[in-house]
């Protein structure tokens, strides 16, 4: 958008009021967090001011409401997203400078909003990006944590875990809302009464009382025409103090039950499992429900009378089973509040919700014991019970219903104690059910719920995850996006499926050249970060390969390593050289109790140690672990990458998005044919990626057959053997004895769920292939270029305009329409 | 706590004058309300005044009630604003009580 100087006037002077009258400073005295508050107070006045219009154009024409319920939200840093979606960065950066200010520092100095843990968290970000863009009437709800994910470090190859305090500083993103504070009862029993014409009529009595108030986050859609809300919830205490205790004398006791009424919304749970079981956990999920529940009703009544209306002007999407009690306290709102009969209740409930499934793993799934419910939430466990025995009462009266199958319908296993199984509760009460992949969805069919999809066929459906290609692409990217943008115009930002456009350009030579100085020149930049950060010189020239991505045994990072080793003695034993040098990238965060997880990233620095320092490998392999991985970090990394390593065993993971990142940054995929990397090849072509491994139903087969015979290939293949005594040698870890000789009997194992020595000479074949191509600077650009031209299906714009189509029966809606038109005529190669 | 009592046409309506009724002051209505019980099984409670109430509130209303029922008697409430009549919805106790907008209407339903 082009600026003009009585705009930048203006900036100039919302820059110096906000200096003076919102942070009390002169503008000489700011502190880099002050200039950025300063800054960012400013672009919220335009954010504000776009939402009221918003709202306004909402009531008016009183659509179909989205509702999307999260219990983690990855926003990562706003501010360069909305002066990009708002058009007016290049004025912020005129007026900074005319102040003496670089907007690029400015933009540097936030903090990233770490509101969730990885995968999950950042699509529930990208979604909301979408949505605003796609100017569709929606609003996110969360968890207003006070700590977001912890902070990584690392020490001596550990990783260490610091607090991430984020809301210290007071964002100048969130809106308080107050008045819109609304009651979360929790504990408590149930009287089994009567009412006043003698029908049963249990009461939930003797229940504590939680407040949630609630900070609105504004969220710009590209354009500036929408700016839709992510609602989060701050927990408090219903008083200030508990007046019985407090009149009592006890002080501290009054102090105690303050807290932990406040400690609800205090802390994210650092990893995506092992959760269950925990009341905290429990009493948050709920939270996020009741608060998210009221506030959606009480919009709806502000234009309806009755609920008649309410499946058709309102839609709840569940992102996983964390907020599954909605089903239960949907139900209850309906049933016990506003005295909507049973039938309709249930009927409305299950034509509003939609759930997204991101678990395969049965193991993984969320269940909470049946004592605890009782404890928690007496009447959503009376609500589940009854649904429950609705359910199995109908499903029992089909000549069907065996026993086994009841039992693995049941909203309750049948275990010690029992436990609630919320993805069944999800999928019982949500009218929609829908994966994250192709593979991912047939698999939560055939796998995980082949009894459910039986039942409610209709219901099963899939919507392949995508991405913001504002953030990832627009932003993160702007040498590219440039470049993009001269070639082939603007209009991919809104609809990526025109990048196919780019596809002619990669038989243009001129055109090659300028896409390898732009990604020479991100990797000029990640190189000077890494020196800053780990004091390693890494070569620009080097292919960068990387693995960016939670460590999870399932993620395979262990498999990369072994790789490493194995290019590494193949070149200080045998005097084999790698085709090219190579620098291998690591970031990611393991779950703070995840033993494996932690082990890996020492393993990863360790290895890289030894290498680093050994002067046979220096020119050609260099290992680095970039620190803290998460949104602001991803955004430099993902820009400099030349191979993506997306190496999951086949069948784990539901889709991944670093996958797509990374493919549409020019990054060619090293992967196995796992969650999204199978649609990425069916979009960018198998010549244009490295394939490796077993694919899913040889892995199934393998476990099934316990086929799996580990020393078979060590036995058979001495480059295996030869790494794998690596781990009981201490060749990585001199002074360290033994620490890493688990790997070894872990790999080893028949059991090894990632059937690690299975995929590994396969893997190798395709690094040696990968090595080979990136020899041919013009063919490896060539493939980096269709990498980027045919990403376009992974765009969130068209997942969440697949979601409204298919799930949420929303229409009209300018760009869902465009991309019907746009995306066939381009599709077809 | 002051609970002042009048008598209409045969019932007794007691008016709540606090902001709050909760853990802090429960065990004093309670305590308070009982001469009213005892004096007249035919009972209205006006809570327009109340702004909120927890569980220990609503229970210690509850037991009003029971004890009214018990002597064949009635309670009846008026004047619950939106946010204490959440309160009620929530724990399904606005389908054990007769709750009516204003004291007159609340009145005019024991004669019925």
């Given at each position: 958008?082009?600026?003009?100087?009585?705009?930048?006037?203006?900036?100039?002077?919302?820059?110096?009021?906000?200096?003076?009258?919102?942070?009390?400073?002169?503008?000489?005295?700011?502190?880099?967090?002050?200039?950025?508050?300063?800054?960012?107070?400013?672009?919220?006045?335009?954010?504000?001011?776009?939402?009221?219009?918003?709202?306004?154009?909402?009531?008016?024409?009183?659509?179909?409401?989205?509702?999307?319920?999260?219990?983690?939200?990855?926003?990562?840093?706003?501010?360069?997203?909305?002066?990009?979606?708002?058009?007016?960065?290049?004025?912020?950066?005129?007026?900074?400078?005319?102040?003496?200010?670089?907007?690029?520092?400015?933009?540097?100095?936030?903090?990233?909003?770490?509101?969730?843990?990885?995968?999950?968290?950042?699509?529930?970000?990208?979604?909301?990006?979408?949505?605003?863009?796609?100017?569709?009437?929606?609003?996110?709800?969360?968890?207003?944590?006070?700590?977001?994910?912890?902070?990584?470090?690392?020490?001596?190859?550990?990783?260490?875990?610091?607090?991430?305090?984020?809301?210290?500083?007071?964002?100048?993103?969130?809106?308080?809302?107050?008045?819109?504070?609304?009651?979360?009862?929790?504990?408590?029993?149930?009287?089994?009464?009567?009412?006043?014409?003698?029908?049963?009529?249990?009461?939930?009595?003797?229940?504590?009382?939680?407040?949630?108030?609630?900070?609105?986050?504004?969220?710009?859609?590209?354009?500036?025409?929408?700016?839709?809300?992510?609602?989060?919830?701050?927990?408090?205490?219903?008083?200030?103090?508990?007046?019985?205790?407090?009149?009592?004398?006890?002080?501290?006791?009054?102090?105690?039950?303050?807290?932990?009424?406040?400690?609800?919304?205090?802390?994210?749970?650092?990893?995506?499992?092992?959760?269950?079981?925990?009341?905290?956990?429990?009493?948050?999920?709920?939270?996020?429900?009741?608060?998210?529940?009221?506030?959606?009703?009480?919009?709806?009544?502000?234009?309806?009378?009755?609920?008649?209306?309410?499946?058709?002007?309102?839609?709840?999407?569940?992102?996983?089973?964390?907020?599954?009690?909605?089903?239960?306290?949907?139900?209850?709102?309906?049933?016990?509040?506003?005295?909507?009969?049973?039938?309709?209740?249930?009927?409305?409930?299950?034509?509003?919700?939609?759930?997204?499934?991101?678990?395969?793993?049965?193991?993984?799934?969320?269940?909470?014991?049946?004592?605890?419910?009782?404890?928690?939430?007496?009447?959503?466990?009376?609500?589940?019970?009854?649904?429950?025995?609705?359910?199995?009462?109908?499903?029992?009266?089909?000549?069907?219903?065996?026993?086994?199958?009841?039992?693995?319908?049941?909203?309750?296993?049948?275990?010690?104690?029992?436990?609630?199984?919320?993805?069944?509760?999800?999928?019982?009460?949500?009218?929609?059910?829908?994966?994250?992949?192709?593979?991912?969805?047939?698999?939560?069919?055939?796998?995980?719920?082949?009894?459910?999809?039986?039942?409610?066929?209709?219901?099963?459906?899939?919507?392949?995850?995508?991405?913001?290609?504002?953030?990832?692409?627009?932003?993160?990217?702007?040498?590219?996006?440039?470049l993009i943008a001269t070639a082939v115009g603007e209009t991919w930002i809104t609809d990526l499926y025109r990048l196919r456009l780019l596809e002619s350009h990669a038989e243009d030579a001129g055109?090659?050249?300028?896409?390898?100085?732009?990604?020479?020149?991100?990797?000029?930049?990640?190189?000077?970060?890494?020196?800053?950060?780990?004091?390693?010189?890494?070569?620009?020239?080097?292919?960068?390969?990387?693995?960016?991505?939670?460590?999870?045994?399932?993620?395979?990072?262990?498999?990369?390593?072994?790789?490493?080793?194995?290019?590494?003695?193949?070149?200080?034993?045998?005097?084999?050289?790698?085709?090219?040098?190579?620098?291998?990238?690591?970031?990611?965060?393991?779950?703070?109790?995840?033993?494996?997880?932690?082990?890996?990233?020492?393993?990863?620095?360790?290895?890289?140690?030894?290498?680093?320092?050994?002067?046979?490998?220096?020119?050609?392999?260099?290992?680095?672990?970039?620190?803290?991985?998460?949104?602001?970090?991803?955004?430099?990394?993902?820009?400099?990458?030349?191979?993506?390593?997306?190496?999951?065993?086949?069948?784990?993971?539901?889709?991944?998005?670093?996958?797509?990142?990374?493919?549409?940054?020019?990054?060619?995929?090293?992967?196995?044919?796992?969650?999204?990397?199978?649609?990425?090849?069916?979009?960018?072509?198998?010549?244009?990626?490295?394939?490796?491994?077993?694919?899913?139903?040889e892995v199934q087969t393998m476990r099934e057959e316990k086929s799996y015979r580990p020393w078979d290939y060590y036995a058979r293949d001495p480059r295996v053997k030869r790494v794998a005594d690596?781990?009981?040698?201490?060749?990585?870890?001199?002074?360290?004895?033994?620490?890493?000789?688990?790997?070894?009997?872990?790999?080893?194992?028949?059991?090894?769920?990632?059937?690690?020595?299975?995929?590994?000479?396969?893997?190798?074949?395709?690094?040696?292939?990968?090595?080979?191509?990136?020899?041919?600077?013009?063919?490896?650009?060539?493939?980096?270029?269709?990498?980027?031209?045919?990403?376009?299906?992974?765009?969130?714009?068209?997942?969440?305009?697949?979601?409204?189509?298919?799930?949420?029966?929303?229409?009209?809606?300018?760009?869902?329409?465009?991309?019907?038109?746009?995306?066939?005529?381009?599709?077809?190669? | 706590?002051?609970?002042?009592?009048?008598?209409?046409?045969?019932?007794?309506?007691?008016?709540?004058?606090?902001?709050?009724?909760?853990?802090?002051?429960?065990?004093?209505?309670k305590r308070d309300i009982a001469p009213a019980l005892q004096a007249n099984t035919k009972l209205v409670l006006d809570l327009s005044r109340l702004r909120f109430v927890d569980s220990s509130g609503?229970?210690?209303?509850?037991?009003?009630?029971?004890?009214?029922?018990?002597?064949?008697?009635?309670?009846?409430?008026?004047?619950?604003?939106?946010?204490?009549?959440?309160?009620?919805?929530?724990?399904?106790?606005?389908?054990?009580?007769?709750?009516?907008?204003?004291?007159?209407?609340?009145?005019?339903?024991?004669?019925?």
């Open positions: 958008m082009p600026t003009s100087p009585a705009e930048v006037s203006g900036i100039v002077e919302s820059l110096r009021r906000h200096a003076t009258y919102s942070l009390g400073k002169a503008w000489g005295d700011l502190s880099p967090i002050d200039l950025f508050n300063a800054v960012a107070l400013s672009v919220r006045d335009r954010l504000i001011e776009t939402m009221l219009e918003t709202e306004e154009r909402y009531r008016r024409e009183d659509p179909k409401r989205i509702n999307y319920l999260s219990i983690e939200f990855l926003m990562g840093q706003s501010l360069g997203n909305h002066l990009l979606n708002l058009g007016i960065r290049e004025s912020y950066a005129q007026a900074l400078g005319r102040l003496g200010a670089n907007l690029s520092v400015v933009e540097e100095g936030e903090q990233d909003a770490a509101l969730g843990n990885g995968g999950l968290g950042r699509l529930a970000a990208c979604f909301l990006d979408s949505l605003a863009t796609l100017d569709m009437p929606a609003c996110g709800y969360g968890i207003n944590y006070e700590y977001g994910l912890f902070r990584q470090e690392i020490d001596n190859g550990y990783q260490r875990e610091k607090p991430d305090n984020w809301l210290a500083q007071n964002s100048p993103w969130e809106v308080a809302r107050p008045d819109d504070a609304c009651y979360v009862p929790v504990y408590g029993r149930i009287e089994h009464a009567t009412d006043r014409k003698g029908a049963y009529n249990p009461m939930w009595m003797d229940w504590k009382v939680i407040v949630g108030i609630p900070y609105d986050m504004l969220i710009s859609g590209y354009g500036g025409r929408t700016v839709n809300l992510l609602r989060l919830y701050s927990a408090r205490s219903s008083h200030d103090f508990d007046m019985q205790i407090f009149n009592g004398g006890d002080y501290f006791k009054a102090v105690e039950q303050k807290i932990a009424s406040e400690t609800i919304s205090k802390v994210l749970y650092p990893s995506d499992s092992m959760v269950e079981g925990r009341e905290l956990r429990l009493i948050q999920e709920y939270f996020l429900v009741a608060c998210a529940v009221r506030d959606i009703v009480r919009k709806f009544e502000r234009s309806h009378k009755t609920f008649s209306r309410f499946a058709s002007r309102v839609a709840i999407q569940l992102n996983d089973t964390h907020p599954a009690l909605t089903v239960a306290e949907l139900m209850r709102v309906l049933v016990d509040e506003k005295d909507l009969e049973w039938e309709e209740a249930w009927n409305i409930t299950r034509a509003t919700l939609g759930y997204t499934n991101h678990t395969l793993a049965p193991e993984a799934l969320e269940k909470w014991p049946v004592p605890l419910l009782e404890k928690v939430l007496p009447r959503h466990l009376q609500i589940i019970l009854e649904l429950n025995k609705c359910f199995l009462n109908q499903v029992g009266g089909t000549q069907e219903g065996s026993v086994e199958r009841i039992r693995r319908l049941s909203l309750i296993e049948e275990s010690t104690p029992q436990q609630v199984r919320m993805a069944n509760l999800a999928m019982l009460g949500s009218h929609s059910i829908n994966g994250v992949s192709a593979i991912h969805s047939e698999l939560v069919k055939t796998s995980l719920a082949p009894d459910f999809f039986a039942l409610f066929p209709e219901r099963f459906n899939n919507k392949t995850n995508g991405i913001t290609p504002r953030r990832w692409l627009l932003q993160s990217n702007p040498g590219l996006a440039s055109f090659r050249a300028d896409f390898g100085k732009v990604k020479r020149a991100n990797k000029v930049r990640l190189a000077g970060i890494i020196k800053d950060l780990l004091r390693l010189n890494v070569d620009p020239d080097s292919l960068f390969d990387v693995q960016v991505k939670r460590i999870h045994a399932y993620k395979r990072q262990l498999l990369n390593v072994m790789q490493i080793i194995d290019e590494y003695l193949l070149l200080v034993d045998d005097g084999r050289q790698p085709a090219a040098p190579r620098t291998y990238i690591f970031s990611g965060k393991a779950a703070p109790g995840y033993w494996f997880a932690k082990q890996i990233i020492k393993l990863i620095h360790n290895v890289g140690r030894v290498i680093n320092n050994d002067a046979r490998a220096r020119e050609w392999i260099k290992i680095a672990f970039i620190p803290d991985y998460r949104v602001s970090l991803a955004e430099k990394i993902i820009p400099a990458a030349d191979l993506s390593e997306q190496i999951s065993t086949a069948g784990t993971e539901a889709s991944g998005t670093g996958n797509m990142k990374l493919a549409l940054n020019g990054a060619v995929t090293m992967g196995t044919l796992d969650g999204a990397n199978i649609e990425i090849r069916e979009e960018i072509g198998e010549d244009n990626m490295f394939i490796f491994g077993l694919n899913a139903a690596t781990f009981s040698s201490n060749l990585f870890c001199p002074n360290e004895p033994d620490v890493f000789t688990w790997i070894f009997a872990n790999i080893l194992d028949a059991n090894d769920e990632h059937l690690h020595l299975a995929d590994f000479t396969s893997y190798s074949e395709a690094h040696q292939r990968a090595g080979d191509a990136y020899c041919d600077r013009g063919r490896w650009t060539r493939m980096a270029i269709l990498n980027v031209a045919r990403s376009g299906k992974f765009s969130s714009d068209r997942t969440i305009s697949e979601y409204a189509k298919e799930i949420w029966d929303v229409r009209g809606s300018r760009l869902v329409e465009d991309l019907t038109n746009a995306a066939p005529a381009l599709q077809p190669l | 706590m002051e609970i002042p009592v009048e008598q209409v046409e045969g019932v007794s309506v007691a008016t709540l004058d606090v902001d709050e009724l909760d853990a802090g002051n429960s065990p004093e209505f609503l229970g210690a209303i509850l037991s009003c009630l029971r004890l009214l029922s018990a002597k064949n008697g009635d309670l009846k409430l008026c004047g619950l604003s939106k946010q204490v009549r959440a309160a009620f919805e929530l724990v399904r106790m606005h389908r054990v009580f007769a709750i009516t907008a204003t004291r007159e209407e609340a009145v005019h339903a024991f004669a019925h």
